[in-house]
């Protein structure tokens, strides 16, 4: 399943880029700016300011999914406003809100991924990846979660001389990485951190799992760009960026490394999901740190260090 096309991007690999988003991830990173890529399954979005009063619309297409006595507090409309209870909802009751709300104050994320289809989409822009040495990125999500479609389509597309390149945050089993790695010419892949218990802790995954992926794709990789969102109170200190720069300086794939600065821009959709958000509500302020971590690396290690924002 994947959730959005991205076409002219020109931030997620080299030269005038396609980037397809897919939907689903291993992790759950409370920085994340694309929750509601986190779910493989359809995601229902709301925004009740775009919601018109009067309209039930959306309450009576929920009630054609109720049979008998089934549960119907999915989507009510109580003193002129609407409320959403998602875990009362099945997905085929989701899937059958698409497109109800004139407005698209609800609206479905999510879209079957056909090969074919999103190969077709993804040509249509080859003339202005060949004279930009462009392509298509992976992003996701974690695209490695859908390892036969990004095979399938990095194949083709290599067939059709089209670079290719994937955003991994690396925790998904190795067989992923090793089938869809012969069809990638540049990882795009994030190490957030050292240490198993704060990753565990904030990201709710294994670091290790990620550590063995990055050893093992390293001999057999064209090209690794390390990423690493600095997160306030998460990675913001110099000694824990210096301890991505060296085990990124380990890889002999890897010859670039991109600090990201945390930013805020994504906060709005943990709203319209009804999720929490538990990261800081401000943007990470502090240009020192990035430059005394791109010294660092400039003094102890070959790698290209840049921020990018």
Not at 58 to 69: H, L, R
Not at 222 to 251: H, M, Q, Y
Request: include cysteine; proline fraction near 5%; charge should be negative.
């Amino acid at each position: 399943m994947y959730f959005n096309i991205q076409r002219f991007s020109t931030h997620d690999g080299d030269g005038i880029r396609t980037i397809l988003f897919l939907k689903g991830c291993s992790l759950s990173c409370p920085w994340c700016q694309n929750p509601e890529s986190r779910s493989a399954k359809h995601s229902l979005l709301f925004d009740e300011r775009s919601c018109m009063a009067d309209c039930q619309l959306c309450v009576s297409a929920y009630k054609q999914t109720v049979k008998g006595d089934m549960a119907s507090d999915g989507i009510r409309r109580i003193d002129d406003q609407i409320i959403i209870n998602r875990k009362a909802m099945s997905e085929a009751q989701i899937i059958a809100l698409r497109n109800v709300c004139p407005t698209q104050a609800l609206c479905i994320c999510g879209d079957a991924a056909k090969s074919d289809d999103l190969f077709e989409v993804l040509m249509k822009d080859k003339p202005f990846y060949d004279q930009s040495q462009g392509g298509v990125t992976f992003s996701g999500g974690e695209p490695l979660m859908q390892p036969n479609l990004v095979a399938e389509l990095a194949e083709r597309l290599h067939q059709n001389h089209v670079s290719t390149a994937v955003e991994s945050c690396m925790h998904v089993p190795w067989k992923n990485v090793e089938k869809v790695a012969p069809y990638i010419d540049c990882w795009l892949a994030d190490l957030k951190h050292t240490d198993e218990e704060k990753f565990l802790s904030w990201a709710k995954g294994s670091l290790k799992r990620i550590k063995d992926n990055f050893r093992k794709l390293a001999p057999i990789a064209k090209r690794i760009v390390i990423r690493v969102p600095v997160v306030p109170g998460f990675n913001d200190t110099i000694d824990e960026l210096k301890a991505i720069i060296d085990f990124a300086a380990s890889l002999e794939s890897c010859q670039e490394l991109h600090l990201l600065p945390y930013h805020t821009l994504g906060i709005n959709k943990y709203r319209l999901l009804d999720m929490p958000y538990e990261c800081s509500d401000k943007p990470l302020n502090n240009p020192e740190l990035l430059e005394n971590a791109m010294q660092y690396a400039c003094e102890h290690t070959q790698l290209n260090v840049i921020v990018r924002g």
